[in-house]
């Protein structure tokens, strides 16, 4: 099993930039293919970002493309996700999750592990 735990939400103004930190434990981190999520009140988890297990490939949301940036190290059994030009509709919960498949998978039911959620918040 893999334990999740994301860290680095906050409440910021529209324009600025935030990290978000996934720290894993249990099984070996570079096994897994990883992503990140997003889930805002009322509506269904959507799909923000993803990484190979090697961190060669990475896929990206639309709405996110060119403003955030995923990353993870290995070494460091961490995932990242760099957000900068933040907007008020970023604003949700964001979680990290863990896949078998290598690839990076948009799909939230290629994910086996998830963490809790660090919160986002964006006022304008």
């Known amino acids: 099993q893999v334990q999740l735990v994301e860290s680095g939400g906050g409440l910021v103004q529209a324009g600025d930039s935030l990290r978000l930190s996934c720290a894993a434990s249990g099984r070996t981190f570079g096994d897994y293919g990883t992503g990140w999520f997003r889930q805002a009140p009322g509506k269904e988890r959507e799909f923000v970002a993803a990484?190979?297990?090697?961190?060669?490939?990475?896929t990206y949301a639309r709405s996110v493309e060119g403003r955030f940036t995923i990353s993870r190290d290995n070494a460091k059994n961490t995932l990242y996700l760099r957000m900068n030009s933040l907007k008020p509709e970023d604003t949700a919960v964001y979680l990290c999750?863990?896949?078998?498949?290598?690839?990076?998978?948009?799909?939230?039911?290629?994910?086996?592990?998830w963490g809790q959620g660090t919160q986002v918040t964006v006022s304008s």
């Open positions: 999750a863990a896949s078998r498949w290598s690839a990076p998978q948009e799909s939230l039911y290629r994910y086996d592990y």
């Open positions: 990484i190979s297990r090697s961190g060669a490939d990475r």
